[in-house]
């Protein structure tokens, strides 16, 4: 038990000097990430989303992360295979265990400069143990104004997110 509180200790003292960068990953899309259209799956997307959102809420909480929500995933534009993808995944939010994380899909063609941006989404990871039992995560503190303004959007998404599970309830 001491050992396991020294552990929580160390990785707050870590966390706390760490900046709330974002974690990002970067690859070239490949044919095995095909639909039927030609272009990337929706389905590959989402995989890389969840991936880049464990990497970060992992990092964060120091402890093993699951997913307990993706919302509002929203596809601009599709992604072809052969583009570079960059997923983008920061916290924008803390609860006692939750970590709420703001993930930025972008693609590029490689004879082009720059990205632009293909899909956005909020997820919700918890920090549990090995017994799959909640863990407290440290806390975000926004500092500059767009911090604050993100910490903000995630709030009100939290509210959508009430009254959504309350009109499905019936359904459940």
């Known amino acids: 038990m001491i050992l396991k509180i020294i552990k929580y200790l160390y990785s707050i003292k870590f966390l706390v000097e760490m900046e709330n960068k974002p974690i990002t ?6 044919p095995s990430d095909v639909n039927y259209g030609g ?55 803390t609860g006692s265990s939750s970590m709420h994380i703001s993930i930025n899909v972008f693609s590029r ?14 997820i919700v990871f918890v920090a549990v143990d ?4 909640k863990l407290p995560v440290p806390k975000w503190i926004p500092e500059i104004e767009e911090e604050k303004q993100k910490e903000q959007y995630a709030k009100r998404l939290m509210e959508l997110r009430t009254q959504i599970e309350d009109e499905m309830k019936p359904f459940l």
């Open 39 to 93: 272009n990337v799956h929706g389905g590959s997307v989402m995989k890389w989303i969840d991936q880049a959102g464990y990497a970060c809420a992992t990092t964060w909480s120091g402890n093993y992360s699951v997913t307990v929500y993706v919302g509002g995933i929203r596809f601009y534009e599709p992604i072809k295979i052969g583009e570079i993808v960059k997923v983008e995944a920061q916290v924008i939010y």
């Open 25 to 30: 990953f970067q690859f070239i899309s490949e």
């Open 109 to 122: 063609n490689l004879k082009q400069p720059n990205f632009d941006k293909k899909t956005h989404c909020i």
């Open 130 to 133: 090995e017994n799959g039992k």
